[in-house]
C-alpha cells in the first residue's frame, strides 16, 4: 500500500508504487491524515456542461460532458472550490506545494478560495496551446490558453522545493518563464480511452519534476484518465488517484500499466 494509514481502502487498482480509488473525492481525503502528501495536482471540473456547443475535430459537438461537469452558481462554484482546497491543504505536507489547472470559467474562483484557506500562490502559469480548437460562434477571440496555478501554505516558514536548476537546464540555461507552449493532448496518449478533459503529459512532466523529489507522494483528487499517475510512475515517484467514474479508472490503469 502507498498509504499504509488506509489499508482498510479497497483500490480500484494498485501496485507498488501507485493507488486508484474510486470514490468520492471529499469522502476519501477526510480519511486521509493530516501532512501525509508531499504535493497535489488537481483539475477540478469547470462547470462547463450548460447546453451549449463547442468544436472537437473540426466538428460542432455538444460542451455537456456529465453530470460532474454541471453548470452550478456563482456561489456553489466557490463553495465547492474552498471545501476541496480546505481538505487539500490538510493532507498537503507543511512543506508540500499544490498545482491547479483550469479555464477562465473557473481558475478565478480557484484563486480567490486559495487565499482564502491559507495558501500562497508562487506562479500564474499561462499554457498556451499552438492547436486551439477554432471559436465556432466569432464572436470573441479564439481560447488558446488555460490557467496552472502553484502554491504553498501560507507561512513564512514554510520552504516548499523547486528544482531551478533542473528547469533552467530543460530551458537552455536560461531562467523557464511563466508561460508555457504546447499542442493539445496527442492521439498516443488517448490510445486506451479519451476524457473529456485529458491535459498533456509534457505538462505533468514539468510540474512534477519542478517541484517534487524522487519517492514524494503525490495526490491527485480528480485524477480521470490518469495522466498525473503515469508520470508520477516515470520519475520514481508515488502516487494516489481518486475519481468516481470508473470508466475513466480502467483508462488510468491501463495507462499506468504500460507506464510500468
Known amino acids: 500500500m502507498v498509504l499504509e494509514a488506509l489499508s482498510e481502502e479497497r483500490p480500484y487498482w494498485s501496485n507498488e508504487s501507485a493507488e ?6 471529499f469522502s476519501f ?30 466538428k460542432q459537438v455538444s460542451v455537456n460532458k456529465a453530470r460532474w461537469d454541471e453548470a452550478l452558481s456563482i456561489e456553489e462554484k466557490h463553495k465547492f472550490n ?21 479555464t477562465m470559467h473557473n481558475i478565478y474562483s480557484v484563486g480567490m478560495a486559495l487565499e482564502q484557506e491559507g495558501f500562497h500562490i508562487l506562479n500564474n502559469i499561462t499554457w498556451r496551446k499552438t492547436n486551439p480548437p477554432p471559436n465556432l460562434a466569432c464572436r470573441c477571440f479564439t481560447h488558446s490558453t488555460e490557467t496552472v496555478l502553484w502554491a504553498r501554505k501560507d507561512d513564512k516558514k514554510a520552504r516548499h522545493y ?26 498516443r496518449e488517448k490510445i486506451y480511452g479519451k476524457h473529456p478533459t ?4 509534457y505538462l505533468l512532466d514539468r510540474i512534477i519534476q519542478a517541484s517534487t523529489r524522487k519517492g514524494d507522494l503525490i495526490l491527485d483528487p480528480f485524477c480521470g484518465s ?11 515517484r508515488k502516487f494516489i488517484g481518486i475519481d468516481n467514474v470508473r470508466e475513466y479508472l480502467e483508462i488510468a490503469r491501463l495507462r499506468m500499466e504500460n507506464e510500468q
Open 20 to 25: 486508484l480509488f474510486c470514490a468520492d473525492s
Open 29 to 58: 481525503m477526510s480519511r486521509m491524515p493530516s501532512g501525509c502528501v508531499n504535493m497535489v495536482f488537481a483539475d477540478p471540473p469547470y462547470f462547463l456542461s450548460d447546453n451549449g456547443i463547442s468544436c472537437s475535430g473540426g
Open 82 to 102: 474552498r471545501d476541496w482546497i480546505r481538505e487539500c491543504r490538510r493532507i498537503l505536507d507543511f512543506n508540500g506545494s499544490m498545482w491547479i489547472s483550469g
Open 162 to 187: 523547486f528544482d531551478y536548476k533542473l528547469m533552467r537546464e530543460i530551458n537552455g540555461g536560461k531562467q523557464m518563464k511563466d508561460v508555457w507552449e504546447g499542442a493539445l493532448t496527442p492521439r
Open 198 to 201: 485529458q491535459k498533456p503529459e
Open 226 to 236: 490518469g495522466t498525473t499517475g503515469v508520470v508520477s510512475l516515470r520519475y520514481g
